[in-house]
């Protein structure tokens, strides 16, 4: 296999991502992409965002998308969770730290009114400002962002108390469990796991998220399946077929003509994809090509 495939810095922007982006209570009803009962309203405005990003995987109109909804829906958690994953894709660390503590305010205003959701909002504004501590200050800070990442799990404990099988609350929870076992070579895949696999919803997140898990520890059938039912979920995002091609480029052989076909399907949405990962796939599609262009 080519080394020259990388992997090492996506589960962790991907955590982020997810981790930052998850619904709150609003006046205004829309359907839960996390519960099929009992579920919660979020604004219609900030649902069409997160939607954007990652069930279509269309960054470019989910910026525009979080500009609309900023007008109304200022007080929702997720509007600036969502902020923050995109000022991270930018390398904007700054503009992620004044967003998480948006996030953190608005997490804030919902104790006593929706204490899960609190909790997982404040756990998601501590994640944001140990990321932008290690990324501002670099590596040698992260003793400084210890305190805010046990902050972090003691929220995510506290929200388990309320309800251990909500559905928003797993899927955050199983990608850190995930981010933890692909760092630690030690920890039990499977149980790191369990958050997403038995309760965590959408599926494209969480499939996802299983898929990252067995591509990072050189699984790769299992990663296959994986994101075979993501796509099944969310045929549209060119991020899970770039994520599909490197997995079968990883199996190798006969199939690198495969990884080559889902290279170029991520590529023929270029207009809506980060400028950064459009330039990563294109690199990673070239290299598997023997250094000739894709085609887009």
């Not at 965002?49 to 279509?56: P, T």
């Not at 369990?194 to 919803?201: G, V």
Request: charged fraction near 25%; aromatic fraction near 8%.
């Amino acid at each position: 296999m080519n080394r020259s495939l990388k992997f090492g810095s996506a589960p962790i922007a991907l955590l982020l991502t997810a981790l930052v982006s998850f619904a709150t209570a609003m006046p205004v009803r829309a359907a839960d992409p996390f519960r099929s009962s009992n579920s919660k309203a979020i604004g219609t405005e900030t649902q069409k965002a997160f939607e954007l990003m990652f069930k279509e995987g269309n960054y470019a109109a989910a910026v525009k998308q979080l500009d609309v909804a900023i007008r109304t829906e200022a007080n929702e958690p997720l509007l600036f969770a969502l902020r923050a994953a995109t000022f991270y894709a930018q390398d904007d660390y700054l503009g992620m730290q004044v967003a998480g503590k948006r996030v953190r305010a608005n997490a804030e205003a919902l104790r006593g009114k929706d204490n899960l959701r609190a909790h997982i909002y404040l756990a998601a504004s501590d994640l944001i400002e140990a990321g932008y501590i290690v990324k501002a200050e670099g590596l040698s800070s992260a003793a400084k962002a210890l305190p805010l990442v046990q902050d972090v799990f003691d929220n995510i404990r506290k929200a388990q108390d309320i309800d251990p099988k909500d559905p928003e609350l797993n899927l955050i929870k199983g990608y850190i469990d995930m981010l933890i076992a692909s760092v630690l070579p030690l920890s039990d895949l499977e149980s790191a796991l369990a958050s997403l696999k038995t309760y965590a919803a959408p599926d494209y997140l969480k499939w996802r998220g299983i898929a990252l898990a067995y591509r990072d520890a050189r699984i790769p059938n299992l990663a296959l399946e994986a994101v075979n039912k993501a796509l099944a979920a969310a045929p549209n995002n060119p991020d899970l077929n770039y994520l599909k091609g490197q997995i079968l480029w990883m199996q190798g052989g006969s199939n690198i003509p495969e990884a080559k076909k889902e290279f170029e399907a991520a590529l023929k949405k270029a207009k809506q994809l980060n400028p950064s990962l459009l330039a990563e796939i294109r690199q990673q599609c070239q290299n598997l090509s023997g250094g000739v262009k894709c085609a887009e």
